[in-house]
C-alpha cells in the first residue's frame, strides 16, 4: 500500500479515466455549460478553498504532493476527490504544459441578478458593469482591480466573458471568489431601473468626445462604472442612460487604454475620492 492510499489519495495511471473529464475540457465552454470551474495555482487554490464555493475535486502531480500535503489531506477529509499523477500523464490529459503544481474544479456559484445582491448591500453601492468585454484575459484583470479598490459587485451582461470562465478566474489570481457576481441580458435596460429604485449614478468610462476628466468627476455616493468593449467601447444605449461619462487624460499620441488598464485607474481615482468624503 503507498502512501498515496493510506491518504485516501485517487492514483491515475491513463490519460482517458473518466473522472478527469473536467480538467481534459479546460480549453473549451464545456465547464460553464456544466456549471463548474478551474482554479490553477497556489494562490488561485487557496483562494477558492477560504471562499466557501463547492469544490468537486483536486489535480496534483506526484511529485508535489507533499508541497501541498495539507490542503489535500484536509481536501481528502471532507470527501473531495484528490488525484495524483506525473507530469507527464497531467499534460496529456490536460493538453498543455502544466507548472502550476494543483488545479481544482469548482462548482459556480449561483447565479444571480443584480438585484438579488443589491438589496441585501450596505450602501454607499460601489459597483462595476461589464458591457460585452470579450476577451476573457480582460474580464479576469478588471475583477482583480475592483476587488483591490473595494468595489463590492460585479455585473456582466450576456455579451461578457463569464468571469468564472477558466482564463478570467487564473488572471483575476482568485479574486473573484471575494466579489458576488450577478448577470443581467440587458445591461442597459437593467441600469436603468437600478437608478430609479437604487439611486445609482451611472458612470461610463469612454474616451469619446464629451467625456469629462475623472480627475474633476463626482464619484460618491451609489455610483456604478461601466466599462464597454475592447473595440467599440460603452454601448450607444448606455452612454445615453449615463449620468456621466469620464475619460483619462493620455497623450494624444495614444488614442486609448486597454479596457483593463482604464478600469485600474478609474477605479483607483473613484477609492481616493470616496475615502476623502
Known sequence: MDANTKLNFIDIKGPDDIRLAPYSSLKGKQLERDGIFVAEGEKVV???IGSGCKIASFL???????????????????????YVADNELIEKIIGFRFHKGIMAIGYCP????????????????????????????????????????????????????????????RVSMGTIFKLPVCYENDLALSLMRFKKKYDIRIIAATPGK????????????NICFVFGNEDKG????????????????????????????ASAVCLYEASRYRKRK
Open 234 to 261: 460603452v454601448s450607444r444605449r448606455i452612454l445615453n442612460i449615463a449620468d456621466a461619462a469620464v475619460r483619462i487624460p493620455i497623450s494624444k499620441s495614444v488614442d486609448s487604454l486597454n479596457v483593463a488598464s
Open 110 to 169: 449561483e447565479k444571480l441578478t443584480a438585484s438579488e445582491v443589491l438589496k441585501k448591500m450596505e450602501r454607499p453601492l460601489f459597483l462595476v458593469a461589464l458591457n460585452a468585454i470579450n476577451d476573457p484575459q480582460n474580464v479576469g484583470l478588471i475583477t482583480r482591480n475592483a476587488a483591490a479598490f473595494g468595489v463590492q459587485a460585479l455585473i456582466a451582461d450576456n455579451a461578457t466573458y463569464d468571469p468564472y470562465y477558466r482564463k478570467a478566474v
Open 46 to 48: 487557496r483562494s477558492l
Open 210 to 221: 464629451g467625456a469629462g476628466d475623472i480627475a474633476k468627476a463626482n464619484l460618491e455616493g
Open 60 to 82: 496534483t502531480s506526484a511529485g508535489t504532493v507533499s508541497r501541498y500535503g495539507t490542503i489535500l489531506k484536509a481536501a481528502s477529509k471532507r470527501g473531495i476527490s484528490v
